[in-house]
């Protein structure tokens, strides 16, 4: 199904929408986000992908930054405050990999030029 669709240009076609749709409204900018999650989980390959995060510096950082948050939780006197910041935060983690990772495997001039391998 997805095989048929080019993902490159999509990506590039979603991330230059979420560009546009952040400062304008929440709403457009997370529905933006959840499709590229949903495309990046449906499009397959999960061992590359898990490869490419558990092989990144940067990628396992960010993980274990989230991680100390949710193991935050046992310390604080507010857990709903607490549950309230995590929540925040869920892009974080979730969205930083997948967009950290559509930048450096891309092909496209757009999406990769800021990175390098």
Same mark, same amino acid.
């Given at each position: ?12 076609? +979603? *991330? @230059? !929408? ?5 400062? $304008?409204?929440?709403? %457009? ?6 499709i590229i999650v949903m495309l ?17 510096? +940067? *990628? @396992? !950082? ?5 991680? $100390?948050?949710?193991? %935050? ?12 910041i995590l929540h925040k935060m ?11 990772? +559509? *930048? @450096? ?13």
């Open positions: 199904m997805l095989g048929s669709i080019n993902l490159d240009k999509t990506y590039q076609f +979603l *991330l @230059i !929408a979420l560009a546009f749709l952040l400062p $304008l409204t929440v709403a %457009g900018g997370n529905l933006i986000i959840v990046w989980t449906l499009s397959a390959n999960y061992k590359a992908k898990f490869n490419q995060i558990f092989n990144n510096r +940067l *990628l @396992i !950082a960010s993980i274990v930054f989230f991680s $100390l948050h949710i193991f %935050g939780l046992i310390w604080t006197d507010d857990l709903r405050w607490g549950l309230h869920w892009y974080f983690l979730i969205f930083y990999l997948i967009l950290f990772l +559509l *930048l @450096i495997c891309s092909d496209s001039y757009f999406l990769g030029h800021f990175t390098t391998h």
